[in-house]
């Protein structure tokens, strides 16, 4: 689909196809967390690659296998014109999980240690708003803003109580915890859950002894560790597609092939987290969205206002609008 998108717009969707839920009651009830009636309910799953691209089958790209990917755009409308409203990590997220640009929010820079940028303490979060509203919310995976009283979750299980790259790119914790918090029995309320996996980001810098990509955590070799839910796939660099706009080196292959062996962990993380869905009987009750935060992680790309830096993948799925899928 040709349809423009802005993270704002995402945000106002988000809060629409929440609002479906807790509309339905009356407006002396809605102030309660628990005025929502959960008959009827209609759910959210937000998933959100990191520096995640267009090096996906569902883009044409015939190279980077993506079967799970595959499979969500069946059911889904594929946008092929779809944009951040900033190529870089925290305030990307910052305008996913508030409706307001970074300059607004407060989010001018990366939250992370150094760096330290919060947004606004009056900001009201999308967690916030729905929380109010009776829906459960919850996060796994990265985070990556704050503060927390700005940001707060129902069920929380992110860098900031996990390794990250346990917690975002170990898809076997990923799946457990996606059923810890989709089957609360205790809790019918409707969900908002939001997804956010580390891969396919960079990890060179941080944890070289995983590979540029950390395309090597878990795979299985000696001391790489295993990840049980992760079958890796390698790809030959004489093979890959190197974007228009990187300079086809030696390197650059190289760099791509590990690229798309971590884009196989979270096309199979994917997988495993639609699986707890349909086996929470969720599948048919629940708004799927998948999209990026940025740009991949290659000259050009993240952190510069191009195309190869704004553009994301966005693939919105709606039980209820079947007649869309694969649009």
Known sequence: MNAAHGQIGFF???????????????????????????RGKRNVLVII????GFETQVYNNSVC???????LAARSIIFRNAFTSVSSCSPSRSTILSGLPQHQNGMYGLHQGVHHFNSFDGVRSLPLILHSHGIRTGIIGKKHVGPEYVYPFDFAETEENHSILQVGRNITFMRQYARDFLNNASDNRPFFLYIGFHDPHRCGSTHPQYGAFCEKFGNGEPGMGVIPDWKPVKYDPAQVKVPYFVQDTPAARQDIAAQYTTISRLDQGIGVILEELKLAGHLDDTLVIYSSDNGIPFPNGRT????????????????????????
């Open 304 to 327: 510069n206002l191009f195309d190869p830096g704004m553009a994301e993948p966005m693939l919105v799925s709606s039980p209820l609008h079947a007649e869309s899928w694969g649009q």
């Open 49 to 52: 690659g990191d520096d995640a």
């Open 12 to 38: 106002l969707a988000l809060i629409a196809q929440c609002g479906l839920v807790w509309t339905q009651v009356p407006w002396s009830r809605r102030q309660s967390p628990s005025a929502v009636d959960s």
């Open 65 to 71: 296998r993506t079967p799970h990917l595959n499979q």
